[in-house]
């Protein structure tokens, strides 16, 4: 039945959405995808008749004119109740388990979980705003990124359990499938909705023009420069230093100070030294900034890994989650080792986050991208195994990527893009960058079914491999994954012995390299804001 009504569904919603526009609406045929709609978006669901009935309710609460929107945001409302609830229930596993390995990955699950809450309550907002007139231009890309990155935090919480028996794992299992197969289904709809005129009907070359005209609020006025001049020439709200010549001592307790939920940009300068700390800026603390006094200059380090008892994702030296972080001049490391496996020296969850003239530097999982949009600006990122891998929609230009020595038997291999499904709008971009490989290396593998990562207009050094990328297992995701590259130069960029999976593409149409530029990050409406440099399109 499922199946039937989501044929239905294809096959209603083009001839609803042409007649919407025309203003020639057929009543029977609105009701009629309406209800495929309201199927579809409880497709898959273990109580299926509990979840149409919850909508349908919830339909019937909004306004008197409902249409397929009202459907969308009816199954957002469900989904969020829901995955509140799983909140609830993962807390109760708190005091029944004695594992350490096991507590942390299920705090992982409730911090992951407050993350789908709040990208599902975003999204709710932002539709309810729409419909109220609001003009934001740039909603689809904010409502596609939120809901591409809540369907993805439920894994991450389940990976968490490797190294356990995984008993309180088979507990929680079924109410977090029951969360993501929810979310799937809202993102599928909202794909097929996204071309509905719910947005405002404008030119917004204006608007686009005058973002990219303006510098940032938070730097001094009439100075566009003080973003690459010392920190002394800025605004700084807070200083960090070891020596005792700042506000603080610690990077952590500066942040752990800085106002919640701030709306402008609050700016901490982290003067040279190495602070030995793990940081774990919190979503509540929006805006924040670091600058520090250079690469190798700033150093934040740790050692967390996965042989010590963490899960790979608390295993990060540093990790962001406010909207709208910025890092510059620094350094994040994490020295432990290819043999201690997972050991992430930056972790980023940040929304609209920008990283500019930053080394980050480990050996397996380095960079964990690991969801909403991120861009980096002339970084560098050592490592050996997946290094730059997560599932967020990460843009690097001009970065330089170093590999290192991994253990023996084990093959290098830079990104590992954990993309599950296809209508999230997530991948890496690797553009105009360096890849300086001094050991047999692989451009990536896919870590998920539609994993997604392009090259554009990069140096490849000759221990690139000919063959260029590497499978997961077998033939997983190799017809479903999309990999790409666009004129990539350098003795390792040869494309005459790459690959020939159908996921591969040798990209010669400059229209669809361009897809894969700051525009995959929405970044033309808010890489302006950040003060940090980027090309808005292509060289060649």
Same mark, same amino acid.
């Given at each position: ?198 947005? !405002? ?45 700042? =506000? ?15 709306? @402008? ?62 890092? @510059? ?43 909403? @949009? ?33 253990? !023996? ?13 296809? =209508? ?25 079914? #539609?994993? @997604? ?32 590259? #666009? ?54």
């Amino acid at each position: 039945m499922a199946l039937l009504n989501f044929l239905l569904l294809l096959v209603l919603l083009p001839n609803f959405i042409e007649a919407l526009s025309n203003g020639t609406i057929n009543s029977e045929d609105q009701s009629h995808t309406m209800q495929a709609m309201i199927v579809q978006a409880c497709n898959n669901v273990e109580n299926q008749n509990s979840c149409l009935s919850n909508i349908q309710s919830r339909l019937e609460t909004l306004d008197s004119q409902q249409n397929p929107t009202s459907v969308l945001r009816a199954a957002l409302e469900a989904t969020l109740n829901e995955a509140r609830l799983a909140i609830e229930m993962v807390t109760k596993f708190n005091t029944l388990s004695i594992d350490s390995r096991e507590q942390i990955a299920i705090e992982d699950c409730k911090e992951l979980l407050d993350f789908s809450v709040s990208e599902l309550a975003w999204s709710l907002a932002e539709m309810k705003q729409i419909r109220a007139g609001s003009k934001n231009i740039h909603y689809e890309g904010d409502l596609k990124a939120w809901l591409s990155a809540a369907l993805s935090n439920q894994d991450t919480c389940l990976e968490g359990f490797e190294g356990t028996d995984r008993r309180v794992e088979s507990f929680i299992k079924g109410s977090l499938t029951q969360v993501t197969q929810l979310i799937s289904n809202v993102l599928t709809l909202y794909t097929q909705l996204h071309s509905l005129p719910f947005k !405002p009907r404008r030119n917004d070359t204006t608007t686009m023009n005058k973002a990219m005209d303006d510098h940032p609020k938070w730097l001094t006025e009439g100075d566009k420069d003080l973003l690459f001049a010392s920190p002394k020439g800025m605004h700084v709200d807070a200083i960090v230093a070891l020596d005792g010549s700042g =506000h603080f001592r610690s990077i952590g307790q500066a942040i752990y100070e800085a106002p919640s939920y701030s709306k @402008r940009r609050y700016i901490i300068y982290v003067k040279k030294g190495v602070y030995r700390e793990n940081i774990d800026l919190k979503k509540k603390k929006t805006n924040v900034m670091l600058v520090g006094d250079g690469i190798g200059a700033t150093v934040v380090t740790g050692n967390r890994n996965f042989m010590q008892g963490w899960t790979t994702f608390r295993t990060a030296t540093v990790a962001v989650s406010g909207k709208g972080f910025i890092a @510059r001049d620094m350094t994040f490391r994490n020295t432990a080792g290819p043999q201690n496996h997972q050991g992430v020296a930056l972790r980023v969850d940040s929304d609209q986050s920008a990283f500019y003239r930053c080394s980050m530097e480990g050996y397996q999982d380095t960079l964990y991208a690991h969801s909403l @949009r991120q861009f980096y600006r002339e970084c560098s990122i050592h490592g050996t195994i997946d290094f730059i891998f997560g599932n967020g929609a990460a843009v690097l230009q001009y970065c330089k990527i170093f590999t290192r020595e991994p253990l !023996p038997l084990q093959k290098v291999t830079i990104t590992a893009q954990g993309r599950k499904d296809p =209508h999230q709008s997530t991948g890496f971009v690797i553009q105009d960058s360096y890849v300086y490989a001094t050991k047999p290396t692989y451009l990536g593998r896919p870590w998920k079914q #539609y994993s @997604r990562t392009v090259f554009l207009n990069t140096y490849m050094s000759g221990f690139v491999q000919p063959r260029g990328w590497l499978e997961w297992y077998g033939d997983f995701a190799l017809s479903t994954l999309w990999y790409g590259e #666009y004129r990539n130069y350098g003795p390792g960029a040869s494309l005459s012995g790459r690959i020939r999976w159908p996921g591969y593409h040798i990209i010669n149409d400059k229209s669809v390299a361009k897809f894969f530029t700051v525009g995959f990050i929405d970044g033309r409406s808010w890489l302006p804001g950040t003060g940090v440099k980027f090309s808005s399109g292509l060289d060649n």
